[in-house]
């Protein structure tokens, strides 16, 4: 793992999957991660799922680096400013990475039906809940990594090319995350800060070995049902990833790009917590692209 010892991140969706495997891997680095969500022991949000970021900061103290749990509605901007307000207080203005892994749109995604024939309020929704609240996010954090002069953006997505991913809204939200990184990079650019976009691949996230009646120590039992699964890759992976883009002096190389754990593990070397390197986009090309054609080209 790299270096991150007195770094500052900003983890907003932290709660479970990416947004945690994201924060413990940089708590693991030595990052104070404060680490943002809607459910915490107190509230469960509309997810109802067990997962708190209560638990998130745990396990970041526990890596090795500082938790700090707060609860934000990344919606509402008064919380959002708060939040803000509150690291630039605690931590002397210092913010060196911000981490936008905000989704919860699950529930809200139509899988079966095209744009004409489905519920356009909750396509609406779906789309405030995973793109309004980046925006949020960005417009009141953004300030305390400007007057550094320095530090980087991540927007976490799913995809990092122009394919199709399924379903309209989803599609429109995934992509439309790309392009928050894409902006941001631009305007952020003179002041020395980066920003990028990220995909995992095949993700083993809690909701996931759930829907497989799996676990973590037997996800494999999973491929039998799924034979793509043998190819998955915990949230781990995507946090590591993650933590060497924040360490990574020449970053500003990457601003402005969409990139993958399949292609960040080449060049810094990180490998999953079992010690493989997955990589699922050379799973794609050799065994799906028939099925649902190429990749396709990079925004």
Do not use: C
């Not at 609406?124 to 953006?153: D, N, Y």
């Amino acid at each position: 793992m790299p270096d991150l010892t007195g770094h500052v991140a900003l983890v907003a969706g932290a709660t479970r999957g990416g947004g945690r495997g994201i924060a413990v891997q940089l708590g693991a680095a030595g990052a104070t991660v404060y680490v943002t969500g809607r459910s915490s022991g107190s509230a469960r949000a509309g997810l109802d799922r067990p997962e708190t970021i209560e638990e998130t900061a745990s396990q970041v103290t526990e890596a090795g680096g500082v938790g700090i749990a707060v609860q934000v509605d990344h919606s509402r901007p008064d919380e959002v400013r708060a939040l803000a307000d509150r690291i630039a207080a605690e931590r002397d203005g210092r913010l060196d990475l911000l981490v936008d892994s905000v989704w919860g749109g699950d529930p809200l995604t139509d899988w079966e039906h095209p744009l004409w024939e489905q519920d356009l309020d909750t396509g609406l929704r779906l789309l405030r809940q995973a793109v309004e609240t980046h925006v949020i996010t960005s417009r009141f954090v953004l300030p305390l990594l400007v007057a550094r002069g320095r530090g980087l953006v991540v927007e976490v997505t799913d995809g990092n090319t122009a394919r199709y991913r399924g379903s309209f809204f989803y599609d429109l939200a995934k992509s439309t995350v790309i392009r928050l990184a894409v902006a941001q990079a631009a305007e952020l650019r003179p002041h020395g800060v980066a920003a990028v976009a990220i995909t995992p691949g095949f993700l083993r996230s809690e909701a996931v070995l759930d829907h497989f009646g799996v676990t973590e120590a037997t996800w494999r039992d999973a491929i039998a049902q799924d034979p793509h699964f043998a190819y998955s890759e915990t949230p781990a992976y995507l946090g590591r990833a993650v933590a060497h883009l924040a360490a990574d002096p020449d970053v500003m190389r990457k601003t402005g790009r969409a990139l993958a754990t399949w292609s960040l593990y080449e060049e810094y070397g990180f490998t999953d917590v079992d010690g493989t390197q997955p990589d699922f986009a050379a799973h794609w090309a050799e065994a799906l692209v028939d099925e649902h054609g190429p990749l396709g080209d990079p925004l």
